[in-house]
């Protein structure tokens, strides 16, 4: 943290008004917004290699005129930076609707499009006279990866099914189809993370983070990511629109693609993708313990339904364990989320104490009137919580941060006891005067604090403001 301050201080001229940590990515890495003269992503690492691969990515992918943060300044040692802020919407949450009902907006259609059209460009930025060798971990996609992946389906998700299979057969099924995803490697970048939380959305037009563990790969990798993506929940129309659309924007680089060959070995990575998916959930949901992991496990399931509509005839153990594992009971109904709901409220007192719609009463409802009310002043009459500038009224004489404190160490162990007693609801209301401030600074804050410590679901809601989100 002193680090970044510094930083700032010596990129920006003068001390940081303020320092809020940004909820943790699926890395070791840590953000934080830093806001004052100017408000700028602060970000520290704990790999110097790792840091290495971003900044020389970032700096290339800006060069060929791909939409990424800026880089402003990095420290002398190479463990944390300063970049450009790109607010704060994610595709993933752009897209929210859709991906809860499963029909998707034209407005939501016309942003994924938007999105997939820049992956050629991303992929083939590197193809001439780059050092792959500066990619974190490995600088090429390989078999070991392939192994890994699909081991991980194997050991992680396959066996705790209790589903029997030829383990040899399955073997040399795995060994032909890594051969075959082996092939055509070309000299590409495979994002590897190429998906909705990887991606920004500013003014209505993406922006591209997280890209530090890219690497050399094959084009069809990160499509099959994108568009196979299980939560996502495409329609097949939506598919296969943005199919069309990948291959309008790669013949910029391939103006002879065969579109069936393409289509055929893209299935191999769509399969692959899928089984590295299942993996992953099988391993935090039956290992980890997660249940939200396990509740993705019916959406994976129902791609390889749709996979297997056309047999992989050269994998036949493999094709025959994928339908047995299709066909069992309990992968036919999508699993509910059965993770405590955390419900975080602001309000103003003047309309009243939010209800409690679970039934189940109880909670907390926290009273933010003693703390010093910004929204006194007209300045700030203009703002809410949310603003940079009430954010740093309140956190000026460190008031509202005991004030959270004590919240913290209030709600910590209740959260806790209700995970450990499988309840489902416990709900946190925040009132002030108006419903505008101080009570929607404190929501945010302990929406963030939980979101990073539990593995519970929290949806947030601004009353005042008619604001709900899911955190």
Known sequence: MDALEQLYRKHIGEEPAGVQ??????????YYRLTGKETVIGVVGTSLEENRAFLTLDRHFAAHGIPVPQVLAVSEDGMCYLQEDLGDTLLFDAIAQ?????????????????????????????????????????????????????NYFKYCFL??????????RL?????????????????????????????????????????????????YYDLAS??????????????????????????????AVDEG???????????????????????????????????????AIDNLRKLLRTPFADYPCLNEVLTQLTGMRQFYEIAEDKRLEVSIFSFSYKKGIPADASGNGGGYVFDCRSINNPGKYEYYRQFNGRDAEVIRFLEDD??????????????????QRFIERKFTHLQVCFGCTGGQHRSVYCA????????????????????????EELF
């Open 98 to 150: 859709g991906r809860e009902n499963g029909h998707y907006s034209p407005e939501e259609r016309d942003l994924l499009r938007r999105v997939i059209a820049w992956l050629p460009d991303i992929q083939f930025a590197c193809r001439d006279g780059f050092d792959w060798r500066v990619c974190y971990p490995e600088p090429a996609f390989d078999d070991r990866m392939i192994s890994f992946d699909l």
């Open 21 to 30: 940590e940004l909820q943790a990515s699926g890395s070791h890495r840590r």
């Open 444 to 467: 945010e804050h302990l929406a963030s604090h939980l979101a990073g410590k539990y593995d519970v679901k929290i949806v947030l809601r601004h009353r005042e403001l008619d604001i």
């Open 261 to 299: 060959a393409f289509m055929q070995r893209y299935r191999l990575f769509v399969l692959f993708r899928t089984l590295q998916v299942l993996g992953a959930y099988g391993f935090r949901g039956y290992f980890e313990k997660k249940p939200h992991f396990l509740a993705s496990v019916p959406f």
């Open 398 to 415: 460190g008031e509202i941060t005991r004030f959270l404190d004590h919240v913290y160490a209030l709600v910590d162990p209740h959260v």
């Open 171 to 219: 073997q040399d099924d795995f060994d032909r189809l890594k051969a075959d995803l082996m092939r055509d490697m070309g000299d590409t970048f495979m994002y590897r993370d190429f998906q909705a939380r990887n991606v920004m959305i500013r003014d209505g037009k993406p922006a591209f983070i997280d890209f530090q563990g890219g690497r050399r790969g094959p084009i």
């Open 226 to 255: 994108f568009v196979w993506q299980a939560r996502s929940r495409y329609p097949d129309d939506l598919r296969t629109e943005l199919e069309q659309c990948y291959l309008q924007a790669l013949k910029k680089y391939m103006p």
């Open 159 to 168: 066996k705790a099914t209790g589903l029997e299979f030829n383990e040899v």
